[in-house]
């Protein structure tokens, strides 16, 4: 089992930034891809950034303003967020996968934190 508790949520003007923070928990925190999703209200939960050992993804429309890292020591995953716009706004959620390589699909990842809520205001 893998505990995660997402963090650093709130509300921030456009053009703003913000740093989300993910601590994990539980079985061995090396061994798992980590992503970040995100779902505002009506839509469906959309892939943001994910990251293991071999390899780093992000969304097309986050690239260039987002930035996902992980501090090994800690067990945390952080997702960085610079120069936010009003449609960023979305509960944001920290998932975990038992891979080697990061993957963009939510149905792939085996647990799930509780999401941290985001809003960019015009």
């Known amino acids: 089992q893998v505990q995660l508790v997402e963090s650093g949520g709130g509300l921030v003007m456009a053009g703003g930034s913000l740093r989300l923070s993910c601590a994990a928990s539980g079985r061995t925190f090396t061994n798992y891809a980590m992503g970040w999703f995100r779902q505002a209200p009506g839509k469906e939960r959309e892939f943001v950034a994910a990251m293991s050992r071999s390899s780093t993804r992000y969304a097309d429309p986050v690239k260039g303003r987002f930035t996902i890292s992980r501090d090994y020591a800690k067990s945390t995953v952080y997702l960085q967020m610079n120069s936010l716009k009003p449609e960023d706004t979305a509960v944001y959620y920290c998932?975990?996968?038992?891979?080697?390589?990061?993957?963009?699909?939510?149905?792939?990842?085996?647990?799930w934190g509780r999401g941290t809520q985001v809003t960019v205001s015009s």
């Open positions: 998932a975990a996968d038992l891979a080697v390589v990061a993957t963009t699909k939510p149905a792939m990842y085996d647990y």
